[in-house]
């Protein structure tokens, strides 16, 4: 593929940003940067989303993002094959991935369907069959729905979605960094109830010596009710301490705690701790309820 000195150089920029910012860039920044016309760079990113090279994310916080392909024009390294995976049934279909989403009907309120375009064997899926696709490289997004359709020539599955959801692309220190309320492990069963109910929390990290050293939560004062008075924190307290760092994404949070099958992790930078994040501050941020 033959590109022209300006689509090379804005191509160039743009994942520039976009790996300083690690989100999708204003036409305007790679404009400023390259002192050069806005409207150049607009009508240039057309041009180069035409060849495949460049995606558009619409929104306010919207802009642009630089495909895999532009990175293998340019001769960069990206980060690796992106798989984007599909499910049948509840199993991964293997030697398939998608490769473009289009939804067709989100205009109307009470039909959606899109058309799912994949590398692989169209055959393998039939109608009705029940899919997952996802989730995606960047904003996590997963889609649940059934095959009506399937286009073997062009390789689409067309889709009726039941569902989607998106777990946006922000790092656990964006909105997990807060008050954090600490116990010690000689503090009493007692100490932590007036604790969680003044402060309003279901669970902390217990700390001695300014090391995490376990976890206490709600569940485990009401399983010690009946010695609430006579035990200590490190009496009843979980000693597996799972923690993340503040750069890593909510995405990878959430299956931290679905794997452990709990409900909060201390955020840590250099093996301190700086913060908390809940399942409930993630609630927050798929609903759009958290600054």
Same mark, same amino acid.
């Given at each position: 593929?033959?590109?022209? #000195? ?6 160039? /920029? ?37 060849? =495949? ?20 024009? @340019?001769? @960069?390294?990206?980060?690796? /094959? ?10 991964? %279909? /293997? ?23 994949? /590398?692989?064997?169209?055959?393998? #899926?039939?109608?009705? =069959? ?29 889709? =009726?979605? #039941? ?6 692309? %922000?790092?656990?220190?964006? &909105? ?18 007036? @604790? #969680? ?20 939560? &709600? ?8 010695? &609430? ?11 597996? %301490? ?30 301190? @701790? ?18």
């Amino acid at each position: 593929m033959e590109l022209t #000195f300006i689509q090379k150089e804005i191509l160039q /920029e743009l994942i520039n940003i976009y790996r300083e910012k690690n989100r999708p860039v204003k036409g305007t920044e790679i404009a400023l940067r390259l002192n050069r016309n806005p409207g150049t760079i607009r009508n240039q990113m057309q041009a180069l989303r035409a060849l =495949d090279l460049v995606d558009g994310v619409p929104g306010p916080k919207g802009g642009y993002v630089p495909t895999s392909k532009a990175y293998r024009v @340019l001769g @960069l390294e990206d980060e690796g /094959e992106i798989i984007v995976p599909i499910y049948k049934n509840g199993n991964k %279909v /293997e030697g398939v991935k998608v490769v473009k989403i289009e939804f067709d009907t989100v205009s109307y309120e009470k039909c959606c369907s899109s058309k799912i375009y994949i /590398e692989g064997d169209t055959k393998l #899926f039939n109608i009705g =069959d029940i899919i997952k696709v996802g989730p995606t490289y960047h904003n996590k997004i997963i889609i649940y729905g059934r095959i009506i359709g399937r286009d073997d020539i062009h390789r689409i599955l067309l889709l =009726d979605v #039941f569902r989607v959801c998106s777990i946006p692309n %922000v790092k656990v220190g964006d &909105i997990g960094i807060k008050k954090v309320y600490t116990i010690s492990p000689n503090n009493s069963l007692i100490d932590v109830a007036k @604790l #969680f109910n003044e402060k309003d929390i279901s669970g902390a990290p217990v700390v001695e010596n300014n090391k995490i050293i376990g976890m206490i939560t &709600i569940h485990d004062l009401i399983k010690n009710i009946d010695n &609430i008075n006579n035990k200590l924190v490190k009496d009843v307290m979980s000693k597996r %301490v799972i923690t993340i760092n503040k750069d890593e994404k909510v995405y990878n949070a959430l299956k931290i705690m679905n794997k452990y099958n709990i409900g909060r992790l201390p955020i840590v930078e250099d093996d301190k @701790l700086i913060g908390i994040i809940t399942r409930t501050d993630i609630l927050k941020l798929l609903s759009g309820d958290i600054n």
